[in-house]
């Protein structure tokens, strides 16, 4: 398969806000490729090699590609730099100089998708001395032989900027349009939120059809998409939801880890599918020692606690396991425990789809003793009142609320989706005072006065999950002390991106556009009608969306969420309703 025919395909893409039409473009494409093609042009077309909890090693400093396009273009250095300051992004400067390429290329080979994936794989494995160099002339090599917008592509991959506009709900769609019903989507879509892996979902269906895919299994070393929580405003609505009766547990206020223990090794997973096994190594021995069986995937959330009482210790304690270095001091000081609340795999058997009691006894017998290890706290409660004195014994021992969770037939562990199988219940929605959201800043405005030459507001976005749009919620100016103002750059301008990025829907024009990336914990006053912003536009009133109003940021930067993660609109518009009744 030629890559330029997998290049013109994003361009294609990248030239649609049209799901539709991206979804046509695809499965037109995927039907013409071979099961592995497939799988390779998946990864490729999400800007990577792996699967997404692979770690990603391909990021090229954008100073090396440009060198390796200076080197294939025969344009000057200088001349490349000063056009990559202009334009901002390699990929769009490969194309550019490579429209007007310098040096003709005497012996040409045209590039092909394994010839590419071969490439970035060398890429991608060189290390130790001299790996720049051979990382700039493997690069160059494939620079040599490509087109303009194969350039653009190469570039953009190798700097971890692709994003062609196809999220992941667009490639299920395709491929449920290539090889198999529309009505068999969730299915397909079940096969990915239990593996996390595309290109193995896309290769599986093209190769065994749905038989294969209704056979696919949450696997050891493959991190499952979580399950997530629906909220409601009152025990008592929660305790109707739950026909009367439903198990509560605590909702501790800490780090949700997902371990895959075997008697040989423990990964532990972070909701963002991030490796956190060198951030818990206590917690990952633990499981590892204390597991009876051979094996297990067990869910729980880290939380810090003084082990003199065994009191827990607020959320900002365990976030000082998420550094990057002295994690063997961090460690010793601060010192954390697992609060166990799921099980997904038990020796062997995928038990996600036994219903909630079942996986519980199981998960409460597979562990024996270890001082590390905790069962969440949980209660069968069957009213409101007893709901009610549970969630005062929650906050009381230092938990945000509780978790109530069904306990009908059906409460099956649902990988990746939020339903009201789970309730959750906060201390905020009790005091009827304000409620965080979670949010992805998409943009940010230049200060003035005491901020000037510091960004001084930043634009704050929702996800849409149906439209995969990022829309505007609130413009953030408060809340930030000395230090957040002082540390923006460096945590925002790696995101930077010279245009609207094309899944952002924003009527604001910020001085600074961001690839939606970085998650922001806010309250808020209200969520009112907005002519300015996009969130839920045109659904509450014509011409107007939902934003909230005196946004502040609590301190929390949500690192254990992707943008994806973030309040999702639907919850805007649920949370909006709930006010208004
Ligand atoms: P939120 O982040 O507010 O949407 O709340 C959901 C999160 O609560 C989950 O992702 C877990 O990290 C956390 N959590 C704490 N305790 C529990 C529990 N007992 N069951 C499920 N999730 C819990």
């Known amino acids: 398969m030629l890559y330029s025919d997998i290049a013109s395909v994003f361009d294609r893409i990248e030239r649609t806000s049209s799901r539709l039409e991206m979804t046509s473009i695809l499965s037109d494409l995927f039907r013409t490729l071979d099961p592995l093609s497939l799988r390779n042009v998946v990864y490729l077309s999400q800007g990577k090699l792996h699967p997404d909890f692979f770690p990603q090693k391909l990021g090229m400093s954008d100073k090396l590609v440009l060198k390796a396009i200076s080197l294939t273009s025969g344009f000057s250095d200088d001349h490349v730099e000063k056009l990559s300051v202009k334009e901002g992004d390699p990929g769009t400067v490969a194309e550019m100089l490579m429209k007007e390429k310098k040096q003709m290329a005497l012996f040409s080979e045209s590039l092909t998708v394994e010839r590419v994936m071969k490439g970035l794989i060398a890429i991608e494995s060189s290390d130790g001395k001299d790996s720049q160099e051979r990382k700039m002339k493997l690069l160059a090599n494939m620079l040599h032989d490509s087109d303009p917008v194969e350039a653009r592509y190469l570039c953009r991959i190798v700097t971890g900027r692709m994003r062609v506009g196809a999220g992941s709900m667009t490639i299920l769609d395709a491929l449920a349009s290539s090889f198999a019903d529309k009505s068999d989507r969730p299915e397909i879509e079940r096969a990915f939120n239990v593996t996390c892996d595309m290109g193995l979902v896309a290769e599986t269906l093209a190769s065994g059809g749905m038989d294969a895919i209704r056979n696919v299994k949450v696997t050891i070393g493959n991190p499952i998409k979580v399950m997530l929580a629906e909220r409601l405003p009152s025990l008592n609505e929660i305790m109707e939801r739950m026909e009367g009766r439903c198990a509560m547990e605590y909702k501790y206020d800490g780090i949700r880890v997902q371990a895959h223990i075997t008697k040989n090794e423990v990964k532990l997973y972070s909701r963002r599918l991030e490796d956190l096994t060198k951030n818990f190594p206590d917690i990952a021995s633990s499981l590892k020692h204390a597991l009876k069986g051979k094996e297990a995937i067990v869910e729980g959330e880290c939380v810090s606690v003084n082990v003199n009482d065994g009191k827990m210790l607020p959320f900002q304690e365990v976030t000082h396991r998420r550094r990057k270095h002295g994690m063997e001091n961090a460690v010793k000081e601060y010192p954390v425990r697992i609060f166990l609340f799921d099980i997904l795999q038990n020796d062997g058997e995928d038990v996600t789809l036994r219903p909630y009691t079942e996986r519980r006894d ?118 930030f002390d000395d230090a957040f103002l002082d540390s923006m750059p460096e945590l925002l301008d790696k995101h930077k991106t010279n245009e609207r990025p094309a899944d952002v829907d924003s009527k604001m024009i910020p001085d600074v556009w961001f690839v939606p990336s970085v998650v922001l914990e806010i309250t808020g006053a209200e969520l009112s009608l907005s002519p300015i912003h996009t969130a839920a536009a045109g659904v509450f009133k014509e011409d107007a969306g939902l934003g909230l109003r005196f946004p502040r940021f609590t301190g929390r930067i949500r690192d254990d969420k992707g943008a994806e993660d973030s309040t999702s609109v639907s919850e805007i518009m649920e949370l909006y309703e709930m006010q208004r009744m």
């Open 362 to 479: 199981i998960l409460s017998s597979s562990f024996g003793d270890d001082e590390n290890i905790i069962m969440s706290n949980m209660r069968i409660v069957t009213s409101a009142e007893e709901a009610e004195s549970f969630f005062n014994e929650a906050l009381s021992a230092g938990c945000e609320g509780i978790m109530a969770k069904s306990i009908s037939d059906a409460s099956v562990y649902r990988a990746g989706s939020r339903g009201f199988l789970w309730i959750k219940y906060k201390k905020d929605y009790h005091t009827e005072t304000i409620d965080t959201y979670d949010l992805a800043v998409v943009g940010a405005f230049y200060g003035m006065g005491k901020r000037k030459g510091r960004y001084g507001a930043l634009l704050m976005a929702s996800y849409d999950s149906e439209m995969q749009t990022y829309a505007t919620v609130c413009k953030l100016g408060t809340g």
